[in-house]
């Protein structure tokens, strides 16, 4: 299975972006899916999560200005992001568990300008 990421770019605070990455090489349907981010010098922190069964969850420096949805006849999972802040600035990454693996997709720059 890959994933390949989509939608990220150059804003300037306040912005939004709306982020998308679409799973391939499965016919399975995928419960869990997420969105990590990676800044500079940093560890890969979890910014969101969606499943089949349950309520999205959100990292709080997130809450109220990131929605993750998904697509399941796509399977795709979408982040919008509004109220872009400078400190959003990082490499966003989506990732499935999928049979005891970790899937990562190739990641997508966001920048957002102070």
């Known amino acids: 299975v890959q994933l390949v990421e989509s939608g990220g770019g150059l804003v300037q605070a306040g912005g939004s972006l709306r982020l998308s990455c679409a799973a391939s090489?499965?016919?399975?349907?995928?419960?869990?899916m997420r969105w990590y981010r990676q800044a500079p010098g940093k560890q890969r922190d979890l910014v969101a999560t969606?499943?089949?069964?349950?309520?999205?969850n959100y990292a709080d420096s997130v809450k109220g200005r990131f929605t993750i949805s998904r697509d399941n006849a796509k399977n795709t999972v979408y982040l919008q992001m509004n109220s872009l802040k400078p400190e959003d600035t990082a490499v966003y990454y989506c990732?499935?568990?999928?049979?005891?693996?970790?899937?990562w997709g190739q990641g997508t720059q966001v920048t957002v300008s102070s």
């Open positions: 969606i499943t089949s069964v349950s309520s999205p």
């Open positions: 090489g499965t016919t399975f349907s995928i419960n869990t």
């Open positions: 990732n499935i568990p999928y049979f005891g693996n970790n899937i």
